[in-house]
């Protein structure tokens, strides 16, 4: 009988305040069982290092295309390839600008473009970043692209305004990813 491997997930974490939530957000995946592979970008490990990702999810962090070309592998896309699930939390407004513009710069990006498999945004803004009609137009590519969201959410703000913007709570990630996991077995399954 074939061996059921577990759900793989690809966490992306970039440059917010909301990153060091990533910590308890990787730590859930692992207790679900999954096999989180964690990218962060350079401004991301301002934030969060990539030691505590790596130490929370047993597996290198990837933070770099080019540290991986030296090995001779293309990482990016094996991790683009193994996904069932990509998800991006938090997510930057940079990120989600670059990622709507398929702009393939760092190993995040590269990924998100290779990659077929269900993407899942937890954004983190400030609140008139968020309402900006360039992130909103940002959105709304990604949207019609089929990516999922989960909030942001309403409060304050670490920047002392009050509105959207903050990172949506980790059982709310938790549950979309789970989510679009189903999705991605649906699809595997069917003919
Ligand atoms: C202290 C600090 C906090 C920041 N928090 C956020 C944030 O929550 N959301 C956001 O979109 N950008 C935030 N930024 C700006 C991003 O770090 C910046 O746009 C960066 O280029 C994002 O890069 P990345 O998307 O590659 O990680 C913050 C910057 C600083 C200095």
């Known amino acids: 009988m074939a061996e059921r491997r577990p759900?793989?997930?690809?966490?992306?974490?970039?440059g917010s305040i909301a990153a060091f939530r990533a910590a308890d957000l990787a730590s859930g995946m692992v207790q679900k069982g999954w096999e989180v592979h964690a990218i962060l970008t350079g401004d991301g490990a301002r934030f969060i290092t990539p030691l505590t990702l790596s130490a929370l999810t047993h597996r290198p962090v990837h933070t770099s295309l080019w540290e991986e070309a030296e090995g001779g592998r293309m990482g990016h896309l094996d991790l683009a390839r193994m996904a069932d699930v990509v998800v991006v939390a938090p997510a930057t407004a940079d990120c989600l600008a670059r990622a709507a513009h398929g702009m393939a710069g760092d190993v995040l990006g590269a990924v998100l473009l290779a990659s077929r498999a269900p993407l899942v945004f937890a954004p983190a803004m400030n609140t008139q970043m968020w309402r900006h009609a360039a992130t909103q137009a940002n959105v709304r590519i990604l949207t019609q692209r089929g990516?999922?969201?989960?909030?942001?959410?309403?409060?304050?703000?670490a920047c002392g305004e009050v509105g959207p913007g903050r990172m949506a709570p980790v059982a709310e990630i938790l549950a979309e990813v789970g989510k679009a996991l189903t999705k991605t077995k649906a699809k595997k399954v069917s003919p």
Not at 7 to 14: K, Q, Y
Not at 147 to 157: D, H, K, N, S, T
């Open 7 to 14: 759900p793989c997930i690809v966490l992306g974490v970039t």
């Open 147 to 157: 990516a999922r969201w989960v909030g942001p959410g309403e409060g304050r703000l």
